[in-house]
């Protein structure tokens, strides 16, 4: 199948970016189509920020090729300019403008922008309009942020953290405002250490790890990579050869809130029955010694499962790959 135009919105191709001697970015690819919200997830210094700002035109790769609708957007050319917004990580506004004058100012520069009242209320800001802007709390700053990029219309939006700083409530205030756009068709690549963030609202993430994405896909395809987990505390008396070898699981000792916990990975294809089954045998073994499995739990693997293996390495590929 060929891909058109129209289907992408952004596209990475084995992009890499270097400061000096030290490659921040290593090739890496992905692609957003319009009404899609795909996450950068990863550690820090990974390279997510180096990454936006190549696709808003500030870096010029060291190798590979960024596009947006099919064009370079290195110097930010003329006929993106209006295609594209950002919420960056630092803000260039005037700190002693009003947040009215502050929209209207911005406002003056687009060619089709919202209302100003349309914009206020859209970030729950209409009580501040008045306000000069360096007397808004953090959160309400970055409220304003996202107002002033949603003001243009864009079709691309690029959300660097959009949401640190804010409490939970206008955190989820703000998830309903960034969903509104994808479900409008707007385009939006988003990088937040907030993984309930990335849950939330990503039709499709990567994790990234020193410069490379080492897991990409689907929220529920890139936990199931990971498989169900069968734990419980560790009894006491109980060596991790003591426990039973269950079939088609993978058994490890994790330390959790200070004491040894016993888990057990199954993976695969029908990981769901498979873990069922795997808990019959496990109960007779209890059983017979007269053994609390204290805690017991089976459940999926969590975004933060896979983060956490691709922090500590011990997921270093795209699982598949
Ligand atoms: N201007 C620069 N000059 C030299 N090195 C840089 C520069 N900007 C970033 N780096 C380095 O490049 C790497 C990637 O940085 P980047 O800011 O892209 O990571 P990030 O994934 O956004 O991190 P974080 O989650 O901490 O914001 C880091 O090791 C960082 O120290």
Redesign the pocket.
């Known amino acids: 199948m060929t891909t058109t135009q129209s289907d992408t919105a952004i596209s990475v191709r084995e992009l890499r970016q270097a ?2 001697d ?1 490659e ?2 290593r090739g890496i690819s992905f692609t957003v189509s319009p009404g899609e919200l795909f996450a950068l997830l ?12 190549t696709l808003e035109g500030f870096r010029r790769p060291t190798g590979g090729s960024v596009r947006v609708f099919g064009v370079d957007p290195f110097g930010q050319p003329a006929a993106l300019r209006p295609r594209v917004n950002a919420v960056l ?1 630092h803000s260039g506004v005037f700190e002693e403008l009003t947040v009215a004058e502050t929209i209207e100012l911005a406002r003056d520069l687009a060619a089709d922008p919202l209302g100003t009242d349309a914009v206020l209320e859209t970030v729950s800001l209409a009580d501040k309009a008045g306000v000069a802007v360096r007397q808004l709390s953090g959160g309400q700053k970055r409220r304003l942020d996202l107002g002033l990029a949603i003001l243009t219309r864009p079709e691309v939006l690029f959300l ?2 959009p949401t640190t700083g804010m409490d939970p409530e206008m955190r989820r205030e703000t998830w309903r405002i960034i969903g509104d756009q994808v479900a409008d068709g707007v385009a939006v690549l988003l ?1 937040t ?1 907030y993984l309930e963030e990335a849950e939330r609202l990503a039709d499709r993430l990567a994790i ?1 790890h020193r ?1 490379e994405v080492r897991v990409e896909g689907t929220l529920a395809g890139v936990v199931a990579e990971r498989g169900d987990r069968i734990g419980f505390r560790l009894p006491d008396r109980v060596r991790s050869e003591d426990l039973p070898r269950l079939p088609g699981a993978e058994l490890a000792i994790d330390v959790r809130e200070g004491v040894p916990w016993a888990v057990y990975t199954v993976t695969g294809a029908e990981v769901a029955s498979r873990a069922h089954r795997a808990l019959g045998p496990l109960l007779a073994w209890a059983q017979e010694r007269g053994t609390t499995l204290e805690r017991l739990e089976l459940r999926g693997a969590s975004l933060e499962d896979v983060f956490l293996a691709v922090a500590d390495g011990s997921l270093s590929e795209i699982p598949g790959n």
Do not use: L
């Open positions: 400061y000096g030290f921040a970015v990863g550690t820090n210094g990974a390279g997510k920020t180096t990454t936006i700002e990580q660097d953290e990088t250490h990234m410069g």
